[in-house]
């Protein structure tokens, strides 16, 4: 089995603790971290955050694996897997795009215009569609680690094992969608990409998990449909800084358009929602969906229906996360 947890609105949707709750619960094979760059960071629990190595991490059984399509500042990666004792079991792709000190240099521009987060990865890109990047390959520091995972992958998708594929950032920050460009980031951010970024088809992906959080957060420029004024931010006492960037987010209502439209790009089967004892205060911690308030059953059977309407594909929302500790999870996978 072979399932991809990827974000439904502008990244930072809790896909981090989503994919620690996979890891532990399913002890898949192999967590794979596909996309992204630097810039993408997860928090898998409180003070467990990575930017470059796998959430699934967490779980000292799985194996870990970078994909290829994710970009990578040697020192960077190298310092997630000291700190978090992974060397043993982390095979980095040799084809991994690497970012060099001018790159960070040269993303001032995008910094200013649209707000990126300056860690390198566009230019990186930019390079290596110019064809004068440097990849992992050539590396001397990254060399202990190198492997190809499009061949351990689709060897451990033939043997059916659990592999679960980590996205990164969210559908409204995919580079191809006319509408959000050019607030966007330097790839497209749906299923199909990760498993490109991977080197597999779409064929070989068996669920596909769209991870919404109970609101909208966006840490750069760019639109957003509804907006919280600080008042309305202060009334809900919702506060977010971003991972990497440390900058205060925008914040505002879930957005079910945008929802929709992520479900449809991402052929999703499954959905999760993050956060809801943030909006809705007394639901910390619960663990059985009828112990949910009222309020909340109804805010999730709503867009639970909303949804399901848009694709043949979707099952529903499996995945309900109540607080930021795995175990502050309901999980529905069972019942529908
Ligand atoms: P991704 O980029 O999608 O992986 O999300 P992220 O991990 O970057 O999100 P963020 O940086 O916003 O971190 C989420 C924060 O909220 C972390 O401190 C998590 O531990 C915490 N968190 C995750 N899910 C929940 C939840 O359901 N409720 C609460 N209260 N906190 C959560
Ligand atoms: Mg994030």
Same mark, same amino acid.
């Given at each position: ?63 870990? $694996? ?5 970009? +990578? ?18 095979? %980095?792709?040799?084809?991994?795009? %690497? ?34 990047? %440097? ?16 061949? #351990?992958?689709?060897?451990?998708? !033939?043997?059916?094992?659990?592999? $679960? ?8 920050? !995919? ?14 951010? *749906? ?8 080197? %597999? ?30 008042? #309305? ?33 991402? *052929?999703? *089967? ?58 502050? *999870?309901?999980? $529905?996978?069972?019942? +529908?």
């Amino acid at each position: 089995m072979l399932s991809i947890v990827v974000g439904g609105f502008y990244g930072d949707e809790g896909k981090g603790k989503v994919v620690g709750y996979l890891a532990s619960t399913d002890n898949p094979e192999f967590v794979v971290r596909a996309g992204g760059g630097p810039q993408a960071g997860h928090t898998v629990t409180e003070g467990k955050k990575v930017t470059q190595i796998p959430s699934g991490f967490i779980n000292p059984d799985s194996k870990l $694996l970078i994909a290829r399509g994710t970009v +990578i500042n040697p020192e960077v990666v190298l310092r997630e897997i000291e700190n978090y004792a992974v060397s043993n079991r982390i095979g %980095i792709d040799y084809g991994c795009t %690497i970012i060099q000190e001018e790159h960070k240099e040269r993303e001032q521009d995008l910094v200013n215009r649209v707000g990126s987060v300056g860690t390198g990865t566009g230019p990186a890109r930019v390079d290596r569609i110019l064809r004068k990047a %440097i990849i992992a390959k050539e590396v001397e520091s990254l060399k202990p680690y190198l492997v190809d995972v499009a061949s #351990e992958v689709s060897q451990a998708s !033939s043997a059916n094992k659990n592999i $679960l594929v980590e996205g990164v950032q969210g559908y409204g920050l !995919s580079l191809l969608n006319y509408k959000f460009y050019p607030f966007v980031t330097s790839q497209d951010t *749906t299923a199909s990409q990760f498993a490109a970024d991977i080197g %597999i088809g779409p064929k070989a992906i068996d669920e596909i998990i769209v991870v919404f959080k109970s609101y909208v957060s966006r840490v750069g420029k760019g639109p957003m449909k509804s907006h919280w004024s600080e008042e #309305e931010r202060q009334k809900k006492g919702i506060e977010e800084r971003g991972t990497v960037s440390g900058r205060l987010r925008r914040l505002g209502d879930f957005d079910k358009n945008m929802a929709k439209e992520a479900i449809i790009a991402n *052929t999703a *089967t499954a959905a999760a929602i993050t956060c809801v004892d943030r909006l809705f205060k007394d639901n910390s911690g619960v663990k059985d969906f009828n112990k949910l308030t009222l309020q909340v059953q109804d805010f999730i059977n709503e867009i639970n229906s909303t949804l399901k309407k848009e694709s043949p594909y979707f099952k529903g929302i499996t995945l309900i996360s109540t607080g930021p500790d795995l175990k502050d *999870t309901i999980d $529905l996978r069972r019942s +529908i």
